[in-house]
């Protein structure tokens, strides 16, 4: 009991203590590498830990993958717009996205909640009937997790086991310079859907009668609300028979996932801002809110579409398909990692993705 009272007040001390690190200093990569550096590897079966979308056990000849995510009310979600059983889907895609990052496919799903008493039953069925629909849609198995109460709000935590053969596997550190830069899909668009209702909940605040017309917005509020994975990317990729030499999903922004891809491989980035694929619809959300569409492509986050690079051989197989887009390539790694404007100006890429805790 002393021992307690005593660490408490050394808590409190701390808290106080200004010579202390603030976490916001950090950021969130940064936070993550201080915490972990000091951590190996003891066991022959751990593959590969940290550092990528999801750590490679091998246990037997087949490699399994693993990785896990944290999803907070009023941090990762917001329940005025989001609906329960569209978070409970968005949590299984968030999961299973590393996981096609790592070119593998998602097997098991655990989802552990934790939730107050202003949920009803019915409230937390409606999550999981979004976790169901994820899992048949993307034939995933939930296997197990945890239920707690909480004092305030919802907390949701999944993690997903996948497999591959080993050859396929595709990490964040096998880009070489002259590799295309490709993506999948367009960008921006789960930013522009937030804003998008950020700016329908300020006025349900002012008049709760108000029925907005969303019917302008409705791809981008999809992108937002409802993402799917990129299953079929990974599908396409296996049928052209292109094993991509690194990758990463797209959850944080652009820029933030072409520098982890620059950090991992050792190689510097050209990235050509006409190139970068933006819907038409997403184009005209950018205009009305007077943003650029560049920067949400760069910063927004959350599109969830696959990020990687392939060797040129490969570029007449992927050349002109619809799901796919050159954006750029990879360079020697002191020219660092470029944007160049329409104009032909030089930009270098700096990481405003996903700050927690500022
Ligand atoms: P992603 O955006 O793909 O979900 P993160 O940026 O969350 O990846 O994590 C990067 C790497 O750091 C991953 O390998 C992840 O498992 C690891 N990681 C994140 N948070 C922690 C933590 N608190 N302790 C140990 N490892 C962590
Ligand atoms: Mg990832």
Redesign the pocket.
């Known amino acids: 009991m002393t021992f307690l009272i005593y660490a408490y007040f050394c808590n409190m001390l701390e808290n106080k203590n200004s010579s202390k690190t603030s976490l916001s200093d950090l950021g969130?990569?940064a936070l993550?590498d201080h915490?972990?550096k000091k951590f190996g590897l003891e066991n022959k079966s751990s593959h590969m830990?940290?550092?990528?979308?999801?750590?490679i056990l091998q246990h037997g000849n087949k490699p399994t993958l693993i990785?896990?995510?944290l999803l907070i009310e009023g941090v990762h979600f917001d329940l005025s717009y989001m609906p329960l059983k569209h978070l409970g889907y968005k949590a299984v895609m968030v999961n299973i996205s590393?996981i096609y990052?790592m070119n593998s496919i998602p097997q098991q799903i655990t989802v552990s909640i934790a939730v107050s008493n202003r949920f009803t039953l019915e409230a937390v069925e409606e999550l999981y009937q979004g976790i169901n629909l994820a899992c048949k849609n993307y034939k995933v198995d939930l296997i197990g997790g945890d239920t707690s109460s909480s004092t305030k709000g919802l907390i949701l935590s999944v993690s997903v086991l996948g497999c591959a053969s080993e050859k396929k596997i595709v990490k964040r550190d096998g880009a070489k310079e002259n590799d295309l830069l490709v993506v999948s899909g367009d960008l921006g668009g789960a930013y522009a859907g937030l804003q998008v209702l950020e700016r329908e909940k300020a006025v349900f605040k002012v008049n709760p009668n108000t029925q907005p017309d969303l019917s302008n917005y409705a791809y981008s509020i999809e992108r937002q609300l409802k993402p799917e994975a990129r299953k079929d990317v990974i599908e396409l990729l296996d049928e052209l028979n292109i094993v991509p030499t690194s990758m990463?999903?797209v959850?944080?922004g652009l820029s933030s996932e072409i520098l982890h891809l620059s950090k991992a491989s050792k190689v510097g980035f050209h990235l050509f801002e006409e190139k970068i694929p933006i819907d038409p619809e997403i184009s005209l959300i950018c205009q009305e809110f007077k943003l650029n569409s560049t920067t949400a492509a760069l910063n927004g986050g959350e599109d969830y579409e696959l990020l990687f690079t392939i060797d040129q051989k490969d570029f007449d197989k992927i050349k002109n398909h619809p799901l796919l887009t050159v954006i750029g390539h990879a360079c020697d790694n002191k020219a660092g990692c470029q944007l160049i404007t329409g104009l032909g100006h030089q930009i270098e890429i700096s990481a405003q993705g996903w700050q927690s805790f500022s």
Request: proline letters at 0%; zero cysteines; charged letters at 35%.
């Open positions: 969130e990569f993550i915490l972990t830990g940290i550092g990528d979308d999801a750590a990785s896990t995510d590393d990052a990463i999903d959850s944080d």
